[in-house]
């Protein structure tokens, strides 16, 4: 046989065996096949995992029927409170999913990931005044990133009054934004850019739009007077720090008190950052990503004048929620920072949680994903009041699940 013709033979073979293949596949796994990620798996029971450090752990899934779970707090008699992106606040009693909603919960804006019903924080004197914190987009055309303060009764929140509306030029997309309280009982809020590098990406370096900003308030939602930019021309008083993309998780050292934050790159470049007043971190004039095109979104990835981030994941992993492990149920991941990854290079249902070990500096010596094998998009990730850690899966069906240790005889 001649050699020229082997080509032409093989290709006609392969084409038959695709379309036999194609053809064997349902209709929308036809389009699925390539673009959809890895399979999906259900979640039930418990899972007996290995990991780095700890080597044996338990997942426990402790509830599912949970439509895209933002963000969960913990009430002082061991039940929570958990958001669900569409608008509904749930409550978890006795370690059950309550089938009522509690009620009095704002109209939200559900129009995609970055919408609807956020975050959920106890103030600080909780056990006192009963009040909780919520973040949304407002249900109006302008749809804006909301602070909202409200009694909670067990049942409803009552009182609800909202402290923060983002001014400014309506968002287009990415408006991420949790809630921390501080020590001094001030509350850092982030709220998020635009996702491309264009003209509304740049209103992330304008001091005067809330776009692209981590705030700081007071827990009545006014600037405090002490804020880095108070008083400067051009700067709204509540912004902390600015050129930031969206970040999507808070957390306090808990050594040196200083705020670490984990936010969205494009293509590429996620970041956590070290939080400092007044500093800038650059997007979109620095990064390390790609826009989605695949072309570079800055010619070089840092500048005099912005900071550069202490973790960064190349591809990227689309950070979430994130935590410091302080507890005693898992020692050897005592001062690890825990960061929810919905997915991995833009694959679906490569979600897990990623590990970062620390040096006393800060810097990061280690690296491990735990939950990989779930398959899930992974929103939220905290500590509770018994030294475990939760996380909810950011689904249609989403979960509530919880890592215990293996306990040793």
């Keep these: 046989m001649p050699k020229a013709t082997r080509p032409?033979?093989?290709a006609a073979l392969l084409a038959t065996l695709v379309a036999v293949l194609v053809v064997a596949l349902p209709a929308n796994a036809q389009e699925r096949a390539q673009w959809d990620g890895v399979p999906e798996t259900r979640l039930a029971g418990t899972y007996l995992l290995h990991t780095a450090n700890e080597p044996n752990i338990l997942v426990r899934v402790l509830t599912t029927g949970l439509a895209h779970p933002w963000s969960m707090a913990f009430l002082p008699n061991g039940d929570m409170l958990v958001t669900e992106r569409p608008g509904r606040l749930r409550v978890i009693r006795g370690g059950a999913l309550d089938p009522v909603p509690v009620a009095g919960v704002p109209p939200v804006s559900d129009a995609g990931q970055f919408t609807?019903?956020?975050?959920?924080?106890?103030?600080?004197?909780?056990?006192?005044n009963r009040q909780i914190y919520i973040t949304y987009r407002t249900a109006d055309e302008e749809s804006r990133v909301a602070l909202a303060r409200a009694r909670f009764d067990g049942r409803s929140l009552q009182d609800l009054r909202v402290l923060y509306t983002s001014a400014g030029t309506p968002f287009a997309t990415?408006?991420?934004?949790?809630?921390l309280f501080a020590p001094d009982g001030t509350l850092f809020m982030p709220i998020g850019g635009t996702p491309n590098s264009g003209t509304s990406g740049l209103r992330a370096q304008d001091p005067g739009d809330p776009s692209g900003k981590i705030l700081r308030l007071r827990d009545d939602g006014t600037a405090p007077s002490d804020n880095p930019f108070?008083?400067?021309?051009?700067?709204?008083p509540e912004v902390y720090s600015l050129g930031h993309r969206n970040p999507m998780g808070l957390a306090l050292h808990p050594l040196t008190g200083e705020l670490w934050a984990a936010e969205h790159g494009a293509q590429g470049a996620?970041?956590?950052?070290?939080?400092l007043p007044g500093r800038n971190y650059g997007w979109p004039v620095v990064s390390m990503g790609r826009e989605y095109s695949g072309d570079r979104i800055s010619a070089q990835w840092w500048q005099e004048g912005m900071e550069t981030p202490a973790v960064v994941w190349l591809p990227s992993v689309a950070p979430s929620g994130m935590?410091?492990?302080t507890g005693d149920r898992f020692p050897a991941w005592k001062g690890d920072l825990f960061v929810g990854a919905m997915m991995v290079g833009r694959i679906q249902r490569t979600g897990r949680i990623e590990r970062i070990v620390l040096n006393d500096e800060g810097e990061e010596v280690g690296r491990e994903s735990i939950l990989a094998e779930f398959r899930r998009r992974i929103r939220d990730v905290r500590q509770g009041p018994d030294g475990l850690i939760y996380v909810l899966t950011d689904e249609e069906d989403g979960a509530l699940l919880r890592i215990e240790p293996v306990e040793r005889p």
Aim: charged share 25%; aromatic share 10%.
């Design 174 to 179: 990415s408006s991420g934004s949790r809630i």
């Design 270 to 275: 996620d970041e956590v950052n070290v939080i």
């Design 230 to 236: 108070v008083g400067r021309d051009g700067y709204l």
């Design 8 to 10: 032409t033979r093989n």
């Design 323 to 325: 935590m410091f492990y």
């Design 116 to 128: 609807g019903l956020l975050e959920v924080a106890l103030h600080p004197r909780f056990s006192e």
